[in-house]
């Protein structure tokens, strides 16, 4: 859905969909090249890094597979509550092979950082992730992140996989969400 259709429950743009096409490029390519001869794993989080994992993984021009998790630490609010279940597991052993975490956002960093040890925990050869955004001033754990497409300001964003209880998240571009309507 274009950005247009919900322009009274946003208050910025803050990716446009060409700035994401475009950066999806550019992170393939760098993927492309430091994976060139390697067997990878893409691990897609779900929901939210799902549009980002299908334009990454068609970007790429090295073969990959493709696993997903879901785990949740946020529910239907707009605050980490910190806790991170598995509401999905991979299907794939990692033991041995070269694991990409692909996500759609980094916000405090609680979800990722306990990806990355879940998975280091179970063999996997190397644990990198890539994340379509990060917010810098929301990080309550540091995060060893290969790569970032765009570091943006501490507001509860929507779109691009992104949700707000579960809608926006068709949305081309990512937005901030108006506060008025989760207050
Ligand atoms: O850095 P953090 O503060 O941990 O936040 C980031 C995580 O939160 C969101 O997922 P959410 O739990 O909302 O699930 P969803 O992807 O299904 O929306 C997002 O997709 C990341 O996985
Ligand atoms: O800003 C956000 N928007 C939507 N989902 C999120 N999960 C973590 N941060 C966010
Ligand atoms: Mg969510």
């Known amino acids: 859905m274009d950005l247009s259709k919900v322009s009274d429950q946003i208050t910025k743009v803050l990716v446009t969909e060409e700035q ?87 916000d405090s960093g609680l979800t990722l950082s306990w990806l990355v040890g879940n998975l280091e925990a179970r063999g996997a050869a190397s644990v990198e992730v890539v994340a379509l955004l990060r917010k810098p001033a929301a990080a309550k754990v540091e995060v060893n992140v290969g790569l970032v497409g765009f570091d943006i300001p501490n507001e509860f964003v929507v779109g691009y996989g992104l949700d707000y209880a579960e809608r926006y998240r068709t949305l081309k571009g990512v937005a901030v969400l108006s506060p008025a309507v989760y207050s």
Do not use: C
């Open 20 to 106: 994401i096409n475009e950066k999806v490029a550019e992170l393939a390519a760098e993927l492309d090249k430091k994976y060139a001869d390697k067997d990878v794993l893409l691990v897609g989080v779900l929901k939210g890094a799902v549009m980002f994992m299908a334009d990454l993984s068609r970007a790429m021009q090295i073969p990959v597979q493709m696993d997903w998790m879901a785990v949740s630490s946020y529910g239907s609010g707009t605050v980490s509550s910190g806790v991170v279940r598995i509401l999905k597991d991979l299907d794939a052993d990692v033991l041995g092979r070269h694991v990409v975490i692909v996500e759609d956002i980094i």
